[in-house]
Structure formats: structure tokens, C-alpha cells
């Protein structure tokens, strides 16, 4: 039986917590909001809140581009480590993509590169080992991803539709609705994912 993973990030090895919480602590106090403000901007409880800028929670993938949202930034200024906003190239070197999930049979989903906010493009990769599932809430309006596969047999579900994506394959999504992917096969299953999210509906725009 496939199970349902609750996708949290995997920061107790890298320092991942820590980084979140003082970036979401300089950039909330730097935008003069209180926890009630934020929380009823993202939509994220105010205890949530409190706890991760601790360093006391570990906020799934979801949660963090809540966040990222209500603060009109990106989930990759949310887990950066420093590196300068405004530069008009920002490397990323080899080993140093930001894991922000962890899966309970060994997958794993890295954020390999994103933009600055509040308009969002993100590249991933991702694994995910047979009987796991990764079951992802809608993103915000007109929200796209692209996927290829290099390994192993995606299941892409869309509002409840299964499409299986063979190695090699590619799917285009539209992200703004109920989907999960998971591996439908007995090896793992590798993609890449770009994802395109917009700070207000682009429907109609060309």
C-alpha cells in the first residue's frame, strides 16, 4: 500500500531551522507586522509561528510558501543562508541545494534554485521511493509546473486523476488544485520540477 507522507522539512542536519527562523524574524519585524498580522496573512496559526521563529518546529513545504507569501518573498529567500538578494547571478555550488523534505522510506525533495519573490520560478529535484506519496494542498491561483523524469515511473495526480509519467517523459501541471505524486513502480522514481508561481492570477494573460 502506498503511504501518505505529511511532507516536513529536513533540517535537524543541516541547520535548516535555524535559518528559517532568522529570516522570518528579520523580515517580519523588517516589514513592522506582529505575529497576529502575519498569521492572518499566510493563514498560518500565530503558535505556529512563534514556534518556528524559535527554532522549534519543523514547518512542511507548504507552510513555508504560506509564509513566504504573507511576507511577499520566496521560499528560497525564506532558506537562504546569506547569500546577497540583489546580485543579478547567484551560484549555487554543488552539494549546497536546500533539502526541505525528507521522506519516511528515504525520498528526499531539494530546492536547487529559486527567484526572489513575490513572483516565484523554483527548480527541484526530487526522489521518491516506492510506497511513499507525496500528497501536496493547492498552491495560490495559475500556479504551473514542469516535470521530467529521468528514472523510475511518476505518478502525477491532478484533482484526482492519475497520469503516469514513464522515464524520459514530461508533464506540464497546473498546480492550483489538489495533486500528489508518488512512485508507481518498484524502483525510485526521479524528476526534476520547475514551478511558476504568481503573486496574482495571470489567467488571461499571455
Known amino acids: ?3 501518505a507522507v505529511n511532507i516536513l522539512t529536513d ?13 522570518i524574524a528579520v523580515l517580519r519585524k523588517g516589514r513592522n507586522l506582529s505575529f ?6 499566510c493563514g498560518v ?5 512563534v514556534q518556528i521563529e524559535q527554532g522549534r518546529a519543523n514547518p512542511s513545504i507548504a507552510t513555508l510558501c504560506r509564509v513566504a507569501a504573507g511576507l511577499r518573498v520566496s521560499v ?26 525528507h521522506g519516511p522510506k528515504g ?23 516506492p510506497g511513499e506519496r507525496y500528497e501536496a494542498q493547492a498552491h495560490p491561483a495559475d500556479t504551473q509546473e514542469l516535470i521530467h523524469v529521468t528514472d523510475g515511473t511518476l505518478a502525477l495526480e491532478v484533482d484526482g486523476t492519475i497520469h503516469l509519467v514513464e522515464p ?14 508518488a512512485c508507481a513502480g518498484p524502483e525510485p522514481v526521479r524528476f526534476t520540477m520547475a514551478v ?9 494573460r499571455r
Open 76 to 101: 528560497a529567500e525564506l532558506v537562504a543562508a546569506g547569500e546577497a538578494a540583489d546580485a543579478p547571478v547567484r551560484l549555487i555550488a554543488p552539494g549546497q541545494a536546500r533539502r526541505l523534505w
Open 168 to 181: 524520459g517523459g514530461s508533464a506540464f501541471a497546473r498546480t492550483d488544485r489538489s495533486h500528489a505524486y
Open 1 to 3: 500500500m502506498t503511504e
Open 107 to 129: 525520498g528526499s525533495a531539494s530546492l536547487l534554485v529559486g527567484s526572489d519573490g513575490p513572483d516565484m520560478l523554483e527548480l527541484w529535484t526530487w526522489e521518491i521511493q
Open 36 to 41: 497576529d498580522e502575519l498569521a492572518a496573512r
Open 45 to 49: 496559526s500565530k503558535g505556529m509561528l
Open 196 to 204: 511558476a508561481e504568481w503573486s496574482h492570477p495571470r489567467s488571461g
Open 11 to 23: 533540517t535537524a542536519a543541516d541547520g535548516m531551522n535555524a535559518v528559517i527562523a532568522r529570516r
